[in-house]
């Protein structure tokens, strides 16, 4: 399992650097990220090297920020793919709410991230299928 920071953040320019600023300051590296935004306000969704550091160092500066549980996926970099996971994970009537990139770095393959409803549950129905899920450690 991973651990996702989330951030609520203005949707002004420079939030994005500013943030970034401090995960520089504070030596935790990003590792997959995305981000959704609306007229006034973002979400910031990363797996970063210590979620707990990250989120502790960003409040301290006023975002709004909580831990989730993610799930991330080993898959070979090659076309379709991502569809022969979300077709696993429908098979099993597990609804994505989003998907995002990072890569293992042991491996070098790419790792989805993507969160759903009871992570355990997902990660023990995904490797029952074949698929390899990876853990902090694997992306560090």
Do not use: W
């Not at 797996?47 to 909580?66: F, T």
């Not at 099993?92 to 709410?97: A, F, G, L, R, Y």
């Amino acid at each position: 399992m991973l651990k996702q920071l989330s951030i609520y953040a203005e949707n002004k320019k420079g939030t994005l650097q500013c943030i970034t600023g401090i995960l520089l300051r504070e030596e935790i590296n990003i590792l997959g990220s995305v981000t959704n935004d609306s007229a006034e306000y973002g979400i910031i969704r990363m797996v970063v090297s210590d979620a707990a550091k990250a989120k502790e160092a960003i409040e301290k500066e006023g975002y709004l920020c909580r831990l989730t549980n993610v799930t991330g996926v080993e898959v070979a970099d090659k076309v379709g793919n991502l569809h022969h996971l979300l077709l696993a994970l429908s098979e099993s009537n597990i609804n994505v709410d989003y998907v995002y990139l990072s890569f293992n770095r042991n491996s070098g393959l790419p790792v989805l991230i993507f969160h759903t409803e009871g992570t355990y549950e997902v990660e023990a129905c995904l490797t029952g299928k074949g698929f390899t899920v990876v853990s902090d450690s694997d992306i560090l």
